[in-house]
């Protein structure tokens, strides 16, 4: 959990990387997606981290801190299941799912 968090929300704050954590959580619990932490991230373009290798990279303490929180329930996202960052976005599907906005968090929209 910590690698995916630090793989999309590095240089975000401590919410947004928790923010990142929930969906992975919120996602679990959705009958729409896999049922565990490792087949929510590895699910297939799902996570843009996954796909260019830097889920590889080693976490720094706040994406373990922000892992940890949003495994124990926070979500600062209100059930959030998708987010993109629309500066680096290079797919527009995000934009035309029927998802409802909930919350910006730092550069990333979270859609439910």
């Known amino acids: 959990m910590a690698r995916v ?3 999309e929300a590095r240089g975000e ?3 947004g990387k928790l923010a ?9 619990r ?3 997606f896999p049922d565990t932490i490792e087949t929510v991230v590895y699910e297939p ?3 843009t981290c996954v796909a260019d290798g830097q889920i590889w990279e080693e976490p720094e303490e706040e ?6 929180d ?3 329930g926070v979500d600062p996202t209100g059930g959030c299941l998708f987010y993109y960052n629309p500066r680096t976005a290079t797919s527009r599907w995000m934009q035309k ?3 409802q906005y909930r919350e910006t968090i730092g550069n990333h929209i979270f859609m439910r």
Request: net charge positive.
């Open 70 to 72: 949003a495994i124990m």
């Open 5 to 7: 968090i630090h793989g």
């Open 20 to 28: 990142v954590g929930a969906v992975v959580m919120n996602r679990i």
């Open 13 to 15: 704050s401590y919410m």
């Open 30 to 32: 959705s009958p729409l």
């Open 97 to 99: 799912r029927p998802s």
């Open 45 to 47: 373009g799902a996570f």
């Open 63 to 68: 994406s373990f801190n922000a892992a940890l």
